[in-house]
């Protein structure tokens, strides 16, 4: 089992930038691939983005390709999510979520652990 929790979340205009971290206790974070999801009010929540296990493939939803980023630093237990250029459709709550596959998946139901969230707010 490992747990999660999130931080970096906040207020930034639009175009502006800001870097989420998880940070993950328990179990060998290195044995999880890893996702950022997000959930705006009134909305399911949706995949945002991958990363394997060693770090060496990523994948994107087409609605944040080319601006948000995602990285892990399995010595460290964390994973980033790296956000630019960033919209007023971005704001959302930001969930990151592991699983004990080796492949990623954009379905919620197959992260068996999750975050808590943290707040992302993009003023236009």
């Known amino acids: 089992q490992v747990q999660l929790v999130e931080s970096g979340g906040g207020l930034v205009q639009a175009g502006g930038s800001l870097r989420l971290s998880c940070v993950a206790s328990?179990?060998?974070?290195?044995?999880?691939?890893m996702g950022w999801f997000r959930q705006a009010p009134g909305k399911e929540r949706e995949f945002v983005t991958a990363i394997t296990r060693s770090g060496t493939r990523t994948f994107d939803a087409d609605s944040v390709k080319g601006r948000f980023t995602i990285s892990r630093d399995n010595a460290k237990s964390t994973v980033y999510l790296q956000m630019n250029s960033l919209k007023p459709e971005d704001t959302a709550l930001y969930y990151c979520a592991a699983r004990g596959s080796g492949y990623y998946d954009t379905a919620p139901e197959q992260y068996p652990y999750w975050g808590q969230g943290t707040q992302v707010t993009v003023s236009s």
């Open positions: 328990g179990r060998t974070f290195s044995s999880y691939t």
